[in-house]
Every structure is written in structure tokens, then in C-alpha cells.
């Protein structure tokens, strides 16, 4: 049974730092790009990051470049995503997500997807 599981949300003031990680198992995830994605109260899904299998190439959402950090161990079936600077609008539960298929910020392109870990930026 694939299973991607997020940890590592939770509260912190606007500024600060937090390091999310998703591991994976079930099954191994060679050549697959993983992401993450994002879900505010009323709002859509949307990306946030993702990163290839090879290489690795970084993709990043607008709001977030230069301020969060995706990175991935292989070995470890482990993708991370370090946000600094977090700002209030960051407040989401966030996913991470993993595909086999070209592209990496579209959500339908997602096959497998875990329940999500809340971040929640006070001002």
C-alpha cells in the first residue's frame, strides 16, 4: 500500500522558519516528481514546489521563491520542504504529492497524495 505521509506543521510566528518532510513507501518511487501543495480555508489546492527525480530540477510557486526550499533523499524516500520567512498568507495544510508524468505544477498529474500537515502563520 503507497503511502506518503507529511509531518513537521505547526504554529509559528510570522518570520520564522519551518521544515516539512513526506516520507513515502509502499513501493519505490524512482523517476517519480514529487511536490508540494497547498490548502487555505475556502480556497483551491495549489502548488507550492516540486522536484524532479534526476538532476534534481526545482520548481517553485511565485509566492514562495526565494523564501522556500524543496529538496529530496532519494535513498531515504524522504522529499523536504524548508519555508523561511513564512508570512500569514502561508497558512495552509499542506501536501505533498508524487507523480509519474511530465510537468509539476498541475494537481491532476498527482497520483498519490498524503493527508496533509497544518501550518499555521500568526501575525
Known amino acids: 500500500q503507497v503511502q506518503l505521509v507529511e509531518s513537521g506543521g505547526g504554529l509559528v510566528q510570522a518570520g520564522g522558519s519551518l521544515r516539512l518532510s513526506c516520507v513515502a513507501s509502499g513501493r519505490t518511487f524512482s523517476g517519480y516528481t514529487m511536490g508540494w501543495f497547498r490548502q487555505a480555508p475556502g480556497k483551491e489546492r495549489e502548488f507550492v514546489a516540486a522536484?524532479?527525480?534526476?538532476?534534481?530540477?526545482?520548481y517553485y510557486a511565485d509566492s514562495v521563491k526565494g523564501r522556500f526550499t524543496i529538496s529530496r533523499d532519494n535513498a531515504k524516500n524522504t522529499m523536504y520542504l524548508q519555508m523561511n520567512s513564512l508570512k500569514p498568507e502561508d497558512t495552509a495544510v499542506y501536501y505533498c504529492?508524487?507523480?509519474?508524468?511530465?510537468?509539476?505544477?498541475?494537481?491532476?498529474?498527482?497520483?498519490?497524495w498524503g493527508r496533509g500537515t497544518q501550518v499555521t502563520v500568526s501575525s
Open positions: 504529492a508524487a507523480s509519474r508524468f511530465s510537468g509539476f505544477s498541475s494537481r491532476a498529474q498527482y497520483e498519490y
Open positions: 522536484i524532479s527525480w534526476s538532476r534534481p530540477s526545482t
